[in-house]
């Protein structure tokens, strides 16, 4: 943990998100197509957690999770988009140290804490698949209550280094950030003091959150692999899939946009290319998540149309 006096840059005027849209026409619609986007993955996933809370025959371990999903998904575009949105439509793309602070703090708590929820979530379906005898033992509400508190523990404990570290440092250049949040890498490029200790750092990190939960996931799929080709009942076999090629999709889909953006050197960083795989992200895969698992799961499909059918 980095221990440093705070010195007057705290006080310095505030940070400047440049954004990744103009007021040409073409970005124009990119922007109104956004908010399009950001509103149908906050009702879509909103109505997930609504749905999961209502329909008592999803009040199983797997859905709880799946319900945690959707909420750390909802948080997680409600801390860049409203920003950007304002800061586009006022002109005004001033955030406060104080804000900066707040949007690293829940942007990467909640990046940590989905990067162990997805591992857990594979567990959840490797005991089920491979042992469904045991499975209500092995996977209990006590434990599945734990695994997910666990994960947001430690995804906070994450956020409050990285907010601790970044904002000790130096920024007496430019405060323009290249981004249409307050990214850590971006905030990095800022700083006129040595930032390779602390780029170690977050290295280490990634390899702790990012390529851990990876590993548990590739260990509890393959088990799940070979499980599901040795069944002997065609649907029995087809069910698992649906439900492991979902997961596995979201997987692939987070897991590879993350590594893309933290575990690449910082000189080797292009800012448009990271403003657009952070969108993709931040914006776009917080909308395709309960779409992914409500269309290809029937149990969530039916107890859609129950809820929407009732109001």
């Known amino acids: 943990i980095f221990i440093m006096e705070w010195d007057n840059q705290t006080f310095n005027p505030d940070f400047i998100l440049m954004g990744i849209f103009s007021y040409t026409p073409t970005h ?49 575009i409600c801390t860049t988009v409203p920003k950007m949105a304002h800061s586009y439509l006022s002109g005004r793309k001033s955030i406060s140290v104080a804000g900066c602070e707040a949007q690293i703090f829940f942007y990467v708590s909640l990046f940590g804490a989905e990067c162990f929820l997805l591992a ?58 290249a981004q249409f949040f307050c990214d850590v890498p971006a905030l990095l490029h800022l700083s006129c003091m040595d930032t390779s200790t602390f780029e170690t750092l977050i290295f280490i990190c990634c390899v702790v959150m990012l390529l851990l939960p990876l590993s548990l996931i590739i260990i509890s799929y393959t088990r799940v692999i070979i499980t599901v080709i040795r069944m002997s009942s065609g649907e029995g076999r087809h069910k698992a899939f649906t439900t492991c090629t979902s997961h596995l999709t979201v997987v692939g889909m987070y897991y590879g946009a993350a590594m893309f953006i933290y575990m690449r050197p910082t000189s080797n960083r292009s800012p448009t290319q990271d403003k657009m795989v952070s969108a993709f992200y931040t914006i776009l895969t917080p909308t395709l998540n309960p779409l992914i698992y409500s269309l290809r799961n029937k149990d969530v499909a039916k107890a859609f149309s129950k809820v929407l059918g009732k109001r």
């Open 28 to 76: 124009i619609f990119l922007f109104s197509l956004v908010l399009g986007i950001f509103t149908m993955a906050l009702l879509a996933n909103t109505l997930m957690v609504l749905v999961i809370y209502l329909d008592t025959r999803l009040h199983t371990p797997m859905y709880f999770l799946l319900s945690q999903l959707s909420l750390m998904d909802l948080m997680v």
């Open 120 to 177: 857990v979530m594979a567990y959840d379906r490797s005991v089920a698949i491979c042992y469904p005898l045991q499975y209500h033992s092995l996977m209990n509400w006590k434990l599945c209550g734990l695994m997910a508190v666990s994960t947001w523990i430690l995804g906070g404990f994450d956020g409050i280094v990285d907010v601790a570290a970044t904002m000790s440092f130096s920024y007496c250049g430019s405060r323009e950030i």
